[in-house]
């Protein structure tokens, strides 16, 4: 009986994993060009500020928050439009960005409650992006087995921004949840 039991969750695993595989999105190609006279200007100091709270609302209006995660702010620009349009609204894959994009990017670490901050930044427009992760336990449908399930939810919100302001961030587009 457990060896019959044992074959049938093999089979499954082994099923579950060929239609995964089979049903993987192709990369889509970019079809912006990086052009760093775009992001010059996001290069310099200003007064302005961005600030908020890395999180999500679930159904039941309790929160899921970003726990010390990265936040990203990048300028507005042809190339990031088409990148958090289709890797965080479309939740697929673009190929891979080009790497002097780096240097245009300002990091930080949410706290422990989700707390992030930019400061002197020059006035313009913003992507703020983010990630909300949590784990959860679920028992399968026999009851017979805990199953872990690892969540993580993209997040981006677009900011505007002027010399001597600070925008608060509080509301977030939630991208595709993806389940490990």
């Given at each position: 009986?457990?060896?019959?039991t044992a074959l049938r969750s093999l089979v499954l695993?082994?099923?579950?994993?060929?239609?995964?595989?089979?049903?993987?999105?192709?990369?889509?190609?970019r079809q912006q060009t990086f052009r760093p006279s775009?992001?010059?200007?996001?290069?310099?100091?200003?007064?302005?500020?961005?600030?908020?709270?890395?999180?999500?609302?679930?159904?039941?209006?309790?929160?899921?928050?970003?726990?010390?995660?990265?936040?990203?702010?990048?300028?507005?620009?042809?190339?990031?439009?088409?990148?958090?349009?289709?890797?965080?609204?479309?939740?697929?894959?673009?190929?891979?960005?080009?790497?002097?994009?780096?240097?245009?990017?300002?990091?930080?670490?949410?706290?422990?409650?989700?707390?992030?901050?930019?400061?002197?930044?020059?006035?313009?427009?913003?992507?703020?992006?983010?990630?909300?992760?949590?784990?959860?336990?679920?028992?399968?449908?026999?009851?017979?087995?805990?199953?872990?399930?690892?969540?993580?939810?993209?997040?981006?919100?677009?900011?505007?921004?002027?010399?001597?302001?600070?925008?608060?961030?509080?509301?977030?587009?939630?991208?595709?949840?993806?389940?490990?």
């Amino acid at each position: 009986m457990k060896i019959a039991t044992a074959l049938r969750s093999l089979v499954l695993a082994v099923s579950t994993a060929v239609t995964l595989t089979s049903c993987a999105e192709p990369i889509i190609p970019r079809q912006q060009t990086f052009r760093p006279s775009d992001f010059v200007c996001s290069q310099e100091r200003g007064s302005a500020s961005i600030t908020g709270r890395a999180f999500v609302t679930m159904r039941d209006n309790s929160e899921r928050i970003g726990v010390q995660q990265k936040v990203e702010l990048t300028p507005v620009t042809p190339y990031t439009s088409e990148a958090i349009g289709v890797e965080f609204t479309q939740s697929r894959s673009l190929s891979a960005a080009d790497p002097r994009i780096d240097k245009y990017i300002r990091s930080t670490e949410a706290d422990d409650q989700g707390r992030f901050s930019f400061r002197g930044l020059p006035p313009g427009e913003y992507y703020a992006t983010s990630n909300v992760k949590w784990d959860n336990w679920y028992w399968n449908d026999d009851v017979t087995q805990k199953i872990y399930v690892h969540y993580t939810v993209p997040i981006h919100a677009r900011v505007s921004v002027k010399n001597g302001q600070t925008v608060v961030v509080r509301d977030w587009v939630y991208g595709k949840t993806i389940v490990k």
